[in-house]
């Protein structure tokens, strides 16, 4: 692979390629004074938008509980370092409710109230369900009582009538939330507009290889409680919002023609679902 090029007024040097997605290349850089730096360099794809939302949502939130913005160049970012532990670390470690709580403070600091205007170019959240819709529409037109069904009626109303509407991050998940210089951070948002329990929900669904702790009844009721505090909601506003959440990936993942991954979320959804009903 051919050495990157960065812009010269960045002034990094000696790149890293540390990760490599469908999406991106992420190369660790030193910047003029010595300190550590990434760079995101986005590649063509289906759904870049939501990367350049994202750009949008860290330039707004100005550092505060995600990683900064320090340059953009087209489709080239670069960011702050957030460091090496992953919060998926955390949980091996120190167990699965420490993880929680630290996701929670982030998604206090996320937020915490701004003086400057949102950006305009947000993705709102029903525009994000429309896969979840589209399902139902055919489950529906079909005779089918299935779960998309249910949960896109659930989505409906949480849509109808959110507890507010704020910048969300948009896939907060344990491998979103890193630890550096600046304690936690989110990195990675995809820049959504809606009802913060939205961004509670992908967490019920991750880690991905711990379907044993996302099946679990009693981490799920623990997770609805520490959100439901974070956030100042009830406890069943966030189950519903981890179903409609839930169905709402499943329907992507059927798009896809995934069956397994399907096939997984829905099963955790019908195990949150269990929960709900029984609150």
């Known amino acids: 692979m051919d050495a990157p090029v960065f812009p010269t007024h960045w002034k990094v040097e000696a790149p890293?390629?540390?990760?490599?997605?469908?999406?991106?290349?992420?190369?660790k850089v030193f910047r003029a004074d010595g300190s550590l730096a990434i760079v995101k360099a986005l590649k063509p794809f289906d759904d870049v938008e939501d990367e350049l939302r994202g750009e949008h949502f860290l330039a707004w939130r100005r550092g505060e509980g995600a990683v900064r913005l320090l340059g953009r160049d087209g489709h080239c970012m670069l960011l702050e370092y957030a460091g090496e532990t992953l919060l998926s670390q955390v949980l091996a470690e120190q167990g699965d409710n420490a993880a929680t709580a630290i996701a929670a403070?982030?998604?206090?600091?996320?937020?915490?109230?701004?003086?400057?205007?949102?950006?305009?170019?947000?993705?709102?959240?029903r525009t994000r369900f429309s896969s979840l819709f589209k399902k139902a529409k055919i489950d529906r037109d079909?005779?089918?009582k299935s779960l998309y069904v249910e949960a896109a009626a659930t989505a409906e109303r949480l849509l109808a009538d959110p507890a507010d509407v704020l910048p969300l991050h948009g896939d907060l998940?344990?491998?979103?939330?890193?630890?550096?210089?600046?304690?936690?951070?989110?990195i990675d948002p995809k820049g959504v507009l809606g009802d913060p329990g939205f961004d509670a929900a992908n967490m019920f669904y991750n880690p991905l290889d711990r379907d044993d702790l996302c099946r679990d009844p009693r981490r799920i009721a623990h997770m609805a409680e520490i959100f439901a505090r974070t956030l100042g909601q009830a406890p069943p506003a966030i189950l519903d919002h981890a179903i409609a959440y839930g169905c709402l990936s499943a329907s992507w993942h059927h798009e896809d023609r995934n069956a397994i991954e399907e096939g997984r979320e829905l099963s955790i959804v019908t195990a949150i679902r269990t929960v709900r009903l029984s609150l």
């Open 16 to 27: 890293e390629l540390i990760a490599e997605t469908f999406s991106s290349r992420i190369w």
């Open 105 to 125: 403070e982030v998604m206090a600091r996320l937020f915490s109230p701004s003086d400057h205007p949102p950006p305009a170019d947000l993705q709102p959240l």
């Open 142 to 144: 079909a005779g089918e």
């Open 173 to 186: 998940h344990h491998d979103n939330i890193m630890h550096g210089p600046r304690g936690w951070l989110a």
